[in-house]
């Protein structure tokens, strides 16, 4: 504390003088008064002050997994309504959401506003998708929601490893203000990202995706937010079931793991541990219109993940070895064998080479 | 004022009607008539229809004098006017007319006239407008066929030329080429060379956001932005 003037005692001496002068000396009595108020409203200007000076302290700084933590537990315990816009180079789509939470189950409509119309309805995991144009419904059980913040509490939790966060500001984003925090990569195998969370919740409000040299790949921001807003969980779910005049699909999804397959990686890119492996059957992939299964290997480092995709090798569709980029995420292609390898991932190029010189079969 | 002492009709031709009828016009044109008595009045005027306009005219000119306006109301009486319009309207050769040609069977069959030449026909100036016009139009409805691109499977998922990119896959400068049906790729232009996306990629594409977004940021802001892209490749 930099300033010295101690309260008690202006009390004290305040007390006293009245005690001792009587109403005669009302005027210096005041002046006290009033010095001790002034001191009282110093010292509210100056806590602020001081509460800046502790977050920027490194010592009391929240690190990458409180702010993550923060940012997820946000969204458990908030209900609002928004529009978001996610903007990848030139261009935009939209979308509205509605998010609500009631502890134990958490209900998300997601309603696209450019391009295509499509609703996504989730409860926890099960997510179901209208598509309204085609007429179909597409039902699915998605193993990514679930996986954190459980994994951020564990101690295989490689984040803090290979991300670092720093506060850098206050912004306001959709009407809320905001903190920015850059969580940036301690090597150049992934993305850095700068995320903008509310204030008081900790919600994520804006997120970008930066390559390297700050520059950003991909943005998704709220362009308007109602926090606390009233969304009827039961209404959802109603929507949820109502699946007359759509034909509903239920893609098969076989769990698996890719030793089973007879895969695997020849020496493992840093940061990224194997979350999942799953086959599904693609009709009309295989020559002769079979239907061949191909496999999807997912890798994760905790903010960024990849995916492999193997399939078999058909030389009328597998024409060349390229690489493609949308937005932030990029893809690799690679002939391995029998097989056609595609790598997906929200990560530089190099590091999909990487994984695609890494893939090996095993048997 | 004694209203009811007025006679505007000295003749006294019709019976005690017109008089009432006059009174009840001069104090529909001024704003005083009860709504009660409207459709007595037009009841009246129904029956008396020319003499009820004449008398109209003339309080809509008495009006229009009385407040110093030039008159709006013409000296030509209403009924004249009309009277002169549908003259000069069927005078007039109508688009269509139906003219009864005789057949030997003597049977009428009418057959649509060729449409008469336009109003602005001998006006070359127009002519060349409506010429470009045209022209302008053609050229963009082709110029918008031309640059799409061939749909592949899984719907609309290429990029096109000059229409802004569908919004859902965003897409570099494109340039579209198709190789051949089945593959349906499309070459795109980047800063760093050609690439080429073809459908299946972006089916790929479509299932690592579905099932591969294990990430920290995936709830809420991985899954609503991978809801915001998924428009095709299912």
């Not at chain 1, 700050?214 to 929507?239: C, H, I, N, R, Y």
């Not at chain 2, 030329?161 to 569908?166: G, L």
């Amino acid at each position: 504390m930099t300033f010295a003037l101690p309260l008690p005692f202006h009390g004290d001496a305040a007390r006293s003088a009245l005690q001792s002068r009587g109403l005669d000396a009302r005027r210096p009595v005041i002046r006290r008064w009033g010095a001790a108020a002034l001191v009282a409203l110093a010292s509210g200007f100056m806590s602020p002050v001081h509460a800046q000076n502790a977050l920027q302290n490194p010592a009391n700084a929240r690190s990458v997994n409180e702010w993550l933590t923060r940012m997820h537990e946000a969204s458990r315990q908030r209900s609002y309504i928004g529009t978001l816009v996610v903007s990848a180079g030139s261009s935009m789509s939209a979308s509205k959401i509605w998010h609500v939470c009631d502890g134990a189950q958490q209900m998300e409509r997601v309603d696209t506003l450019t391009g295509a119309p499509r609703t996504t309805i989730r409860r926890n995991k099960e997510v179901i998708t209208f598509v309204p144009d085609a007429k179909t419904a597409i039902v699915e059980k998605r193993e990514s929601l679930g996986m954190f913040p459980e994994l951020l509490r564990t101690p295989s939790n490689v984040i803090p490893q290979f991300y670092s966060a720093q506060e850098v500001g206050v912004q306001r984003i959709a009407g809320h203000v905001a903190d920015m925090v850059e969580i940036l990569p301690r090597d150049d195998l992934r993305f850095g990202y700068r995320i903008w969370s509310e204030r008081q919740t900790g919600l994520v409000v804006k997120l970008q995706t930066l390559g390297e040299r700050g520059t950003v790949l991909e943005q998704v921001a709220f362009s308007e937010l109602q926090l606390d807003a009233p969304v009827s969980m039961d209404k959802l779910t109603k929507l949820m079931k109502d699946t007359r005049g759509y034909e509903v699909h239920k893609p098969l999804l076989r769990k698996t793991t890719a030793e089973a397959e007879g895969w695997r990686l020849k020496e493992p890119v840093p940061g990224f541990t194997p979350m999942s492996c799953h086959t599904r059957d693609t009709p009309g992939a295989g020559a002769q219109g079979s239907s061949a299964s191909s496999m999807q290997w997912v890798f994760s480092d905790g903010l960024a993940s990849v995916s492999l995709f193997v399939e078999p090798f058909d030389l009328q569709r597998h024409s060349q070895e390229s690489m493609a980029e949308v937005g932030a995420t990029h893809s690799v292609n690679r002939r391995v064998g029998d097989y056609w390898l595609t790598v997906i991932g929200e990560v530089p190029a190099p590091t999909l080479r990487r994984f695609a010189a890494a893939l090996e079969r095993t048997r | 004022m004694n209203a009811a002492q007025v006679n505007t009709n000295p003749a006294g031709l019709k019976a005690a009607e017109p008089p009432l009828l006059d009174e009840a016009l001069s104090a529909l044109v001024d704003g005083e008539l009860d709504a009660g008595e409207l459709p007595g009045l037009f009841l009246k005027l129904d029956q008396l229809q020319p003499e009820a306009m004449e008398s109209w005219h003339a309080y809509q000119l008495i009006g229009d004098v009385l407040r110093g306006e030039p008159p709006l109301a013409s000296l030509v009486r209403p009924s004249d006017f009309l009277a002169s319009v549908r003259g000069r309207l069927e005078q007039e050769a109508s688009p269509l007319q139906l003219m009864p040609r005789a057949n030997p069977t003597g049977e009428t069959r009418y057959l649509a006239a060729p449409s008469a030449p336009a109003a602005n026909d001998a006006v070359f100036r127009w002519k060349l407008v409506a010429g470009l016009a045209s022209l302008a139009a053609v050229m963009a409805v082709s110029w918008s066929v031309l640059s799409s691109t061939p749909r592949g499977v899984g719907g609309d998922a290429s990029p096109q030329i000059a229409a802004v990119p569908t919004g859902s896959e965003p897409a570099l400068a494109a340039s579209t080429k198709s190789s051949d049906p089945a593959a349906t790729a499309v070459v795109v232009n980047t800063g760093q060379g050609t690439l080429i996306r073809d459908a299946r990629l972006e089916q790929l594409l479509a299932e690592h956001r579905q099932n591969g977004g294990m990430s920290a940021l995936q709830n809420p802001t991985g899954f609503i932005r991978n809801a915001t892209y998924e428009s095709e490749g299912r």
